[in-house]
């Protein structure tokens, strides 16, 4: 039985991957390059943390029990390390709950000031493409969950992507942020402005941008925001976030390059 | 039918209207949802409620019984867990 054990920055959280099996070095040859962005040595001193258990091997009847038990294990390790990069986002959001605003979105900021536009929506609804779209030459934040305290500061999670093995396709490969283009921000990032994707097949021309009422702005961030009720007055705090940055307005757009002027505007120098 | 209404976990108000959150539910309220659970800070029957918010918002649309049509709301926001209901009350 082989061991090892990987740390990753989580948003802020140190979440740590102990991976057993006689297939482990499979995945913990993977996991350096994959989470290139993430590294868990810049974290300050005692920060939450969590883990995540892993069982690769090439019995497949300890692989299903351990799935039974909790632990990530899939046959292929491809499969596997997608898996496991939900696992690690659910244990950071899990360790984050009641401390800052935990947002289903995708977050670019602007690589100079870390002023950043955070792109709400449902997963399965177009922030990966966003990001793959837009991200080069800006900070890539996440393609996930933005965490974000009531000043504002968000915790960058620039996590490795799940693309598409082919159009249409169930299946996702986690792929590295480098290979796409995509690097980390290298300064502190301060969420600048909130938007809703709505993004439809049948949509022609350019976006098209609505400003929430305060209250309705509320209503959908809610809808799209994890551990709400862990939060003291969450409200009240998300109604001041919203507030901060100018109101949430939903986009709806077709293709994600259409949404780069959105972008121009205030994020890119 | 006497109701008073439940303290929710937080709430947010804008122009008359409101968002509530109870439990993990969140709930925005209507104008005239909002005027029921600041009436009902203390054990409220639906007679009077009826009479308060036709003051406040007019009579309901059509023909409709302003009690009847102040019961049916009470009930939703019974239902959400907003205003309890005093069960020993004719």
New interface residues.
């Given amino acids: 039985m082989r061991r090892g054990r990987y740390a990753v920055d989580a948003m802020g959280v140190r979440v740590v991957t102990e991976v057993t099996g006689d297939r482990a070095d499979e995945v913990l040859d993977r996991l350096p390059d994959l989470w290139d962005l993430c590294p868990a040595d810049a974290l300050p001193e005692d920060p939450p943390t969590a883990t995540v258990e892993v069982v690769h091997d090439t019995d497949e009847a300890t692989g299903r029990a351990a799935d039974a038990a909790g632990q990530v294990s899939r046959r292929h390790t491809d499969d596997l390390l997608q898996v496991l990069t939900q696992r690690i986002t659910v244990a950071a959001i899990d360790a984050l709950a009641g401390r800052l605003h935990l947002l289903h979105a995708a977050c670019l900021a602007d690589p100079a000031t870390g002023a950043a536009h955070a792109f709400v929506a449902p997963g399965g609804t177009g922030k990966t493409t966003l990001v793959r779209t837009l991200g080069p030459g800006l900070g890539y934040v996440t393609d996930e969950t933005v965490a974000v305290a009531d000043d504002l500061a968000i915790r960058p999670y620039p996590k490795p992507l799940s693309i598409r093995r082919a159009p249409g396709s169930l299946l996702k490969d986690e792929t590295p942020p480098r290979a796409l283009g995509l690097t980390a921000p290298t300064g502190p990032v301060t969420l600048r402005a909130l938007w809703l994707l709505d993004r439809r097949d049948d949509h022609e021309g350019p976006p098209t941008t609505e400003l929430f ?4 702005a ?2 959908a961030l ?2 799209q925001v994890s551990h ?2 862990a939060l003291d ?4 705090r998300l ?1 001041a976030l919203v507030d901060a940055v100018g109101g949430l307005r939903r986009v709806t757009y077709r293709d994600a390059t259409d949404l780069r002027p959105l972008l121009d505007e205030g994020v890119t120098p | 039918m006497m109701v008073r209404a439940v303290p929710p976990t937080d709430r947010i108000d804008h122009e008359g209207e409101a968002v509530v959150l109870v439990g993990a539910q969140v709930v925005r309220l209507s104008a005239l949802a909002t005027t029921v659970l600041d009436l009902a800070v203390t054990w409220r029957g639906d007679g009077e409620l009826a009479a308060r918010l036709v003051a406040a918002h007019g009579p309901p649309p059509g023909d409709a019984d302003p009690q009847s049509a102040t019961r049916a709301v009470l009930e939703q926001l019974v239902a959400h867990g907003l205003l309890e209901r005093d069960e020993t009350a004719p």
């Fill in positions: 009422d305060p209250l309705g509320v209503v809610t809808q709400l009720a007055r969450p409200l009240r109604a």
